[in-house]
Each structure stands twice: as C-alpha cells, then as structure tokens.
C-alpha cells in the first residue's frame, strides 16, 4: 500500500511505516500512521508531509480492506449467539473507518484497540482477557507468532486463520 501513497518508494520504506506504527501504539497522544510515516522520513532521508501521507495511506487500507457477503453472514450469526469483539493493534480512527466503511461495526459488542488503551499486543490481549466478561474467549488471528502463541498462553481458544505460513494446527 505504501507504493500507492509515494513514489518510487525507497526500498524497505513499506516495513519501516508498518514499525513505526507499531511502535507507537501504545502511545495514545499521537497517530501511529503519522508515526510511521515519520519513522520512514528519519530513517529514508525522504521528504514526505506526515499527515497527508498518513491519510492517503488510511485511505487506501481502508478502500483495500475486504469483507466478503459470507464473513458478515458468519458475523450475524454468531452475534445472535453470543458476543462479538474485535482485538487490534490498528490505529483507532482507521479502524473504525474500515467498521463503517463496511457497515459492520454494529456487529461487535466490544471493540478493544490498542490505540485506544495504550498498549499493544500481546499486553493487549491481556487487557480484553482481564476485561471482557465471558465464559470463553475465542480469538481468530491470522499471525501464528503474534496471535495465536499469546493468546493461549492467556487461555484463548485460539484459532488460526494461516495467512502468513504458520504452522498447522
């Protein structure tokens, strides 16, 4: 996505943005994507305008964020059944414009993001655990190694979603 947003971007400046918007999640004051932009000027020697960078690339992550007919089905169901949450360590504000963008944020009872809490996984998934009431706590993740290994560690029944070449289980 960082292609889409600069030109000719220097080699490893996609990685760089996605660090330093992880880095500063768990700070609450300041946007992560401006974060991550600046990481990518400091450390690239590239001149950028952090905000309007960091809101072309929100644009674009949300406009290539896909939710099929089936997943909201799946959502619909299961919120019928029991109760429904979102974990992640997105920046608040372009989660929620992915939510409504897609017109399913009414379809979680609690949505838990870092930016929101100021902490980040895998202390976020300690806080949902320590917050959300529930019997069970089932969390869907699609990275083995930031996802699934912390949340069983807390007693998640986790289930893994092998986008990133996990392991089977």
Known sequence: LFKRV???????????????????LDDT???SYVAGVNQVKAEHDITLNPIKAAEAYAT?????????????????SLRKQTHVGILSNG???????????????QLF???????DIGVAKPELFRSAFNTVD?????????????????????????VHVRNDGGPRI
């Open 60 to 76: 674009e992550e949300r406009l290539a964020t896909k939710v099929s007919d089936r997943t909201k089905k799946m959502l619909q």
């Open 6 to 24: 600069v030109t000719d971007p220097p080699a490893g400046a996609n990685k760089t943005f996605r660090r330093g918007v992880v880095e500063s």
């Open 29 to 31: 004051e300041r946007g």
């Open 91 to 105: 920046d608040p504000e372009v989660q929620h414009q992915k939510l409504a963008h897609h017109s399913i944020e």
């Open 109 to 115: 009872d609690h949505i838990i993001l870092s930016g």
């Open 134 to 158: 529930a019997d069970e706590h089932i969390y869907v993740g699609d990275d083995y190694q930031s996802d699934i290994i912390p949340t069983r560690e807390l007693g998640f029944t986790a």
